[in-house]
């Protein structure tokens, strides 16, 4: 069945349609123009609602009880399906620091997975650690922190089937200019995070490739007047886009602001970071073989690190729309533009005939209603 809505506003990171109809045809956004016929179609009154790009997740460990790191595929397949509750219709599954072994099982299951049309579609991999700052770990294990190294970073990308997509790592490490280089080479995304750079090497690391930095403000060096270091560097460096979580845990809500005005909305992806507690009831989860205490401050270590968040992709838009009241246009670079630029996914982050028909209708108040994807609605608020 196609699905055609109606009388809607079409709003994309370079403006928006008023009242317009939207016809999708075979997973695809086929027409959009003041009024559409059409027979045998599922129809959607859109009066008085808004129509974004689907969101997409770039940093995320897990969710619904389930973490990538379970190797599991049932697990992710469940992961998948909770995440169109929130509006996301694409996400990097995450990997995170452990044994070789560990990370390599994650990546094997992750090669052979492919999500069910009812699902968030897996775009791909987010590798996070193990060639990190032993200095900024957080709740990154620190035993299994190591250099990095591009030998084992192509092995991994091919155990992966080439699913690899982006890696957080600290390029002040040894041999980490040369790592960054060749894994940008590769066309995989270089974030820096966990990370003890000053900022003279933030700029050498964007000499060579760096185009991101992980969860801004946490376990990276501060800014400091003398050395503006990697949280300098990531405000600062034009060509760094920021991840950002906007759970007003992470970061107090005026430092959400000043990324905001430092950065613009061309330079921040929203992310959540979650973790296998999202969307359960607070208390204990595992966090790569780490307990995790979950509660309304957060979720932390014993040791009151933060480990990820519980974070919804829908309530980082609104979100963020409360601190800095950005313009409509402007959640929808951050919250799917953006990070499909950063893919080089041709076909998402934008609503226009021949994309992909991902989408999510929220209304004035951007609670969701419906999540689409290729043009089927999977959620319903």
Request: hydrophobic share 40%; with cysteine; glycine share 8%.
């Amino acid at each position: 069945m196609n699905l055609l809505i109606r009388n809607i506003t079409v709003v994309n990171a370079t403006g928006r349609l008023e009242c317009v109809d939207v016809f999708m045809k075979d997973g695809k956004i086929a027409q959009i123009a003041q009024q559409i016929d059409a027979d045998h179609v599922q129809i959607i009154d859109g009066t008085g609602k808004f129509l974004f790009p689907g969101y997409i997740d770039m940093h995320i460990h897990g969710s619904a009880q389930m973490d990538t790191m379970d190797a599991s595929n049932e697990g992710l397949h469940t992961m998948a399906k909770s995440l169109a509750k929130e509006g996301t219709i694409g996400f990097l599954a995450t990997t995170m620091t452990q044994s070789y072994q560990n990370i390599e099982r994650a990546l094997e299951n992750i090669a052979q997975f492919t999500s069910n049309p009812d699902e968030a579609e897996l775009l791909g991999i987010h590798v996070e650690g193990p060639f990190i700052s032993k200095k900024r770990v957080g709740a990154q294990p620190l035993e299994y922190v190591v250099p990095p190294d591009f030998a084992v970073f192509t092995k991994w990308q091919n155990i992966s089937a080439h699913k690899i997509k982006q890696i957080t790592m600290a390029p002040e490490e040894p041999n980490g200019f040369e790592v960054v280089q060749a894994i940008a080479d590769s066309g995989v995304v270089v974030s820096i995070g966990h990370s003890d750079a000053t900022f003279e090497q933030m700029k050498e690391a964007v000499r060579h490739g760096a185009t991101q930095g992980t969860h801004l403000y946490n376990q990276m060096r501060p800014f400091h007047h003398r050395d503006p270091g990697v949280v300098g560097g990531v405000l600062l460096l034009e060509e760094m886009k920021a991840e950002i979580i906007v759970d007003f845990i992470h970061m107090h809500k005026d430092a959400v602001n000043m990324a905001y005005r430092l950065k613009g909305a061309d330079g921040i992806i929203l992310i959540t970071d979650a973790m296998r507690a999202k969307g359960m009831p607070y208390g204990d989860y595992d966090l790569g073989g780490q307990m995790v205490h979950v509660s309304e401050s957060g979720a932390h270590l014993s040791n009151g690190a933060l480990a990820g968040s519980v974070l919804k992709m829908d309530q980082a838009v609104r979100n963020m729309q409360l601190i800095t009241n950005c313009t409509l246009e402007e959640l929808v670079k951050m919250s799917s533009y953006n990070a499909a630029k950063q893919l080089k996914l041709t076909n998402k982050g934008q609503i226009e005939e021949g994309f992909d028909a991902d989408v999510v209708i929220v209304d004035k108040q951007l609670m969701l209603q419906q999540t689409i994807k290729a043009g089927k609605v999977i959620y319903e608020a």
